[in-house]
């Protein structure tokens, strides 16, 4: 693996933009190259010095890269890629569709496991970070109620979501979380809230010219997974609208896990994130992860992992000596 662990980027959008920036600011890490589906011409990145080239040119790689961090959407591009790509690389994806997360990890893990890599997915802040929160609550205090908020902020996802929709020409959705239910949830009421009364989710659509603007609604609130669980919104806006007013990618949210330890003695644990780039912090998380990837892999611990199989001195550069003493 040689003294500092080789990253490649597969997808060039703004996750993809985020670990390039994350690249830089870890030391033990370089930046092999990106590749895109693009024309590689076309992609300018942070780095004009970064080799850029085209997907199919991984074929003749797996030597040259120890890791690749997916940086594609969850929708579809995930759902093929890591799989396909786990068969050859050790990889990093944030695959982020919480009810198909079961199914993904078994495509990933028979591919990984029949060409000995290792692929660790749905990192990132939720799932990943958050997971690891709510597992933490439901151990620690295994008599209670565990919530989750999200926002209010872009969501990466489902705004990928929105532009896969046939007569979308761009858009992006906003999650909101509902003022009321997270009062009642700090002040200790442990109500039995159903998704639709937590969030809200708002889009903003542009649309293709011609696009029927009823169908184009009626595609994105009836979205399974993504839409259909809760009260969403959608509002067509111009392409200028859209890049005045949503240009920036804020995001953030927080668990909660309320319960009690004996008769009349209440615990609250709560975890929260500020984000002023979304995508740059999930691409900070993928690439602590693609160094536990990277330590794994080199291991021979090979085969699908998720953010609960990670021991977490794996996520940082320094070694358990340091750890021990620093942060312990």
């Not at 020409?169 to 200790?188: F, K, L």
């Amino acid at each position: 693996m040689g003294n500092r662990i080789r990253i490649g980027i597969v997808g060039y959008g703004n996750l993809g933009r985020g670990v390039e920036h994350a690249l830089a600011l870890n030391p033990d890490m370089t930046l092999s190259g990106v590749f895109t589906r693009r024309e590689p011409a076309s992609v300018t990145t942070v780095d004009r010095n970064v080799s850029v080239r085209h997907i199919d040119d991984l074929a003749g790689l797996r030597d040259a890269i120890d890791v690749l961090i997916l940086c594609g959407g969850s929708k579809s591009d995930l759902p093929v890629q890591t799989p396909a790509l786990a068969s050859a690389f050790s990889v990093v994806d944030s695959f982020d569709t919480h009810a198909r997360i079961p199914e993904h990890f078994a495509a990933v893990d028979a591919a990984a496991r029949a060409a000995g890599t290792t692929a660790i997915i749905s990192t990132g802040w939720d799932p990943g970070l958050f997971s690891l929160q709510r597992l933490y609550g439901e151990s620690i205090l295994p008599q209670g109620e565990t919530y989750t908020f999200w926002g209010r902020g872009l969501s990466q996802g489902h705004s990928d979501a929105i532009r896969r929709v046939p007569g979308v020409a761009s858009g992006v959705q906003y999650t909101i979380p509902s003022e009321d239910a997270v009062a009642r949830v700090r002040a200790g009421e442990r109500p039995e809230l159903s998704t639709r009364e937590k969030h809200t989710r708002e889009c903003f659509v542009v649309l293709e010219e011609g696009a029927d603007a009823d169908a184009v609604r009626e595609a994105i609130v009836t979205m399974p997974d993504y839409f259909e669980p809760y009260d969403t919104t959608v509002k067509f806006i111009t392409a200028d609208e859209l890049a005045r007013d949503h240009a920036g990618v804020p995001h953030g949210g927080f668990v909660i896990r309320s319960g009690t330890t004996s008769n009349a003695v209440s615990q609250t644990v709560e975890f929260q994130l500020a984000l002023e780039s979304n995508p740059e912090f999930t691409a900070s998380v993928l690439v602590a992860y693609a160094r536990a990837a990277a330590r794994l892999s080199a291991s021979g611990d090979h085969g699908a992992k998720t953010p609960f199989d990670i021991a977490p001195g794996l996520l940082s550069p320094k070694s358990p000596e340091q750890l021990r003493a620093e942060l312990l």
